[in-house]
């Protein structure tokens, strides 16, 4: 049988990503000693917390609704296999990926890296809403692509 996913499924995968994300950055703040890298990290862990609330404004705003269209099994097969692989969807995984992190650059490459991440699989799931609702979808990728410029800047300035 087809999994649909509605709306409301879609921005709590999105507030657990960012979750994970703070607790990640929030994390590499315990772990480190230095200070630029504290700062950088604190920054990063404001933002996660930042992109919590705007999604749950988001989640609060939504209408459950019926799926209407019918997509095929593989396609949902995908996306389930898309957000299983992701780390930041899973519970309490902010802090476990924050363990072996050696420097600022490091943790910004590897936030880099999720923040791509969801992104794509935002991308994925805005194909299995109805159309009223992939302006939402298209509002938590912007949120992504913005926090994606500003890791890129910041790595751009630690090295």
Known sequence: MTRNYSIAEILQIAVQIEKNGRDFYEELVNL????????VFTYLAQEEERHIAVFKKLLDSVQTYDQQEVYP??????LNKLASE?????????????????????AVDLGIKFEEESISL?????????????????????????HLKDLSNLKDVLE
């Open 32 to 39: 480190s000693y230095d200070e630029q890298a504290i700062k």
């Open 73 to 78: 099994d593989e396609y949902f097969s995908y």
């Open 86 to 106: 992701h780390v930041f969807t899973q519970e309490n995984k902010g802090k476990e990926a924050a363990n072996g992190i050696e420097d600022p650059v490091e």
């Open 122 to 146: 935002f991308q994925a799931m805005k194909k299995i809403v109805s159309k009223d609702n992939q302006n939402v979808i298209d509002i938590l990728i912007m949120q992504e692509q913005k």
